[in-house]
C-alpha cells in the first residue's frame, strides 16, 4: 500500500485520478437512465434499446478515431470540441421529445463525441511518474475506476425511479461537463503533447500486445456484461440484491488491484488473472443464491482491475508514445463491442433456459478469455523488472559529412 501512498502524493496524480473519474462517471450512468427514459416515453424496451444500440456504435467508431485526432489537433482542442457536442446531445436527449429514429440519431451523436478522456490520462501518466511507479499508478487507475460501476448505476437507478429519468440523465451530463471541465483544465493536459503519428490510421493493431491486449479486453468485458444481465435476471427490479451482489463484485476488483497490482508483468500474467475471473464465473453458476452469487463473483473480481492493468502497462510498454492514444482508442472499442454481444448472448439464452444461460454466456467467454493470452503468451511483453513506458519517438538528425 505504500506504494499507492506515494503515488498520490506525487504532484498532480491525484487531482488528474479524481478529474478523469468525475469525467467518466456518466459512463455508469447514462446507460440505465437513456434506458428508463426513452422506455418511459415510448413504452418500449426495443425501442430503448435501439438508442442505446446506436449510441454504442458511436463510441465504438469514436475510441481510435478522436484519440488519434489528440495528436494532430492537440489534447485540449479534441477534448472540448468533444465535450460540447456530446454535452449538447445528452440534454437533448433529456429535455426535447422525440421519435425513435431521432433519439437513436441524437444518440450516435452523443457516442461519437464521447470525450477521449481515458485515452488521453493513460497517455499522461508516464509523463507523471517515474518507470518503477507506472504499472502501480495503472493498477490504481483500474481500481479506482470501479467506482464508476458502483455509485453511477446506483445514482442512476434512483433518481431515475425515486425523482424523474429527465433528471437523471441532467445529472449525469452535468458530472461530464463538470469534470470534463476539470480534466481540460489540469496543467497536464496542456503540457504533454501528443507528437503526430507517422503511421497510418490502425497501424497500431499490427503491433502483437495490442492486439493481445484488445481481443482480451473484449472477452473480460464480455463476460462481465453477460454476469451483470444474469444477476439482473436472478433477482429482477424489484429488490436490492441484484445492485448489492454487483456492488460486492465491484468491491472485489477493487481490492484485486489495489493488493495485486505491484506484482510483476510476465508472459503469463494476463492469463492467470483472467484465470481468476473465469474461476468465480464458473463456480458462481453452481448455486443462484443471494450469498453464493456474493461471495464467487468476489472472487472473480479480484481478477477484473488486475487484468485491465496488464492491458495497460503491455499496451504502454509496445508502442511508440504517438501511438499510444489511438492504441488506447482501439483497446476501448474492443471492449464496448464486447459489453454489447456478452449482453446481447446472455440476453438471448436467458430468454430460452432461464439465468443459467446467462451464466454459461458469461463462462464460456470467460474461458476463451483465458484460452486467448495462453494461446497468444508469445505476444505478451515480459515486463519483469522493465521500464513500462512508451517507446519514445524519434526524429532523424542530420549530419555533415567531412
Excluded at 52 to 76: D, E, F, I, N
Excluded at 276 to 281: D, P, Q, W, Y
Excluded at 369 to 378: I, K, S
Amino acid at each position: 500500500m505504500n506504494a499507492y501512498i506515494d503515488l498520490l502524493k506525487t504532484p498532480g496524480v491525484a487531482r488528474l485520478i479524481g478529474a478523469q473519474l468525475t469525467a467518466r462517471l456518466p459512463s455508469g450512468m447514462l446507460s440505465l437512465a437513456i434506458l428508463l427514459h426513452v422506455e418511459r416515453i415510448h413504452d418500449s424496451y426495443g425501442a430503448a434499446g435501439l438508442v442505446l444500440a446506436a449510441t454504442s456504435v458511436g463510441q465504438a467508431v469514436a475510441g481510435p478515431l478522436t484519440s488519434r485526432w489528440m495528436g494532430v489537433w492537440g489534447m485540449r482542442k479534441v477534448l472540448i470540441l468533444t465535450l460540447i457536442v456530446c454535452t449538447l446531445s445528452i440534454f437533448a436527449i433529456a429535455l426535447v421529445p422525440m421519435s425513435v429514429g431521432v433519439y437513436m440519431a441524437v444518440g450516435l451523436l452523443s457516442g461519437l463525441s464521447t470525450p477521449p478522456v481515458q485515452p488521453a490520462v493513460r497517455t499522461i501518466y508516464p509523463k507523471m511518474v517515474n518507470s518503477k511507479q507506472l504499472t502501480p499508478l495503472f493498477s490504481l487507475d483500474a481500481s479506482a475506476q470501479e467506482i464508476i460501476w458502483v455509485a453511477g448505476p446506483v445514482a442512476a437507478t434512483f433518481l431515475a425511479v425515486q425523482i424523474s429519468t429527465t433528471l437523471a440523465i441532467l445529472v449525469a451530463g452535468s458530472f461530464l461537463v463538470l469534470g470534463g471541465t476539470w480534466f481540460i483544465a489540469s496543467p497536464e493536459v496542456g503540457q504533454v503533447r501528443i507528437p503526430r503519428s507517422k503511421r497510418s490510421f490502425g497501424t497500431v493493431l499490427r503491433k502483437r500486445p495490442v492486439l493481445l491486449a484488445t481481443i482480451t479486453g473484449f472477452l473480460l468485458v464480455g463476460a462481465a456484461a453477460a454476469v451483470e444481465a444474469s444477476v439482473v435476471s436472478v433477482f429482477g427490479h424489484g429488490g436490492p440484491q441484484a445492485g448489492i451482489v454487483l456492488g460486492i463484485w465491484a468491491i472485489g476488483s477493487l481490492f484485486g488491484g489495489l493488493f495485486l497490482g505491484h506484482l510483476p508483468i510476465g508472459p503469463w500474467a494476463l492469463a492467470r488473472r483472467m484465470l481468476i475471473v473465469f474461476v468465480g464465473m464458473a463456480l458462481a453458476m453452481v448455486y443462484l443464491d443471494f450469498w453464493w452469487l456474493a461471495i464467487m463473483l468476489l472472487v472473480a473480481g479480484i481478477g477484473i482491475a488486475p487484468a485491465f492493468a496488464v492491458i495497460f502497462a503491455i499496451v504502454s510498454a509496445s508502442v511508440k508514445f504517438s501511438d499510444t492514444a489511438e492504441a488506447y482508442g482501439w483497446v476501448g472499442t474492443g471492449q464496448l463491442i464486447g459489453a454489447a454481444l456478452g449482453s446481447a448472448v446472455a440476453g438471448f439464452l436467458i430468454d430460452a433456459y432461464g439465468s443459467i444461460g446467462g451464466f454459461w454466456a458469461a463462462t464460456v467467454i470467460a474461458a476463451l478469455g483465458v484460452l486467448a493470452p495462453t494461446l497468444l503468451r508469445g505476444w505478451h511483453p515480459d515486463l519483469r523488472g522493465k521500464d513500462a513506458s512508451p517507446i519514445p519517438d524519434t526524429e532523424p538528425i542530420s549530419t555533415l559529412n567531412q
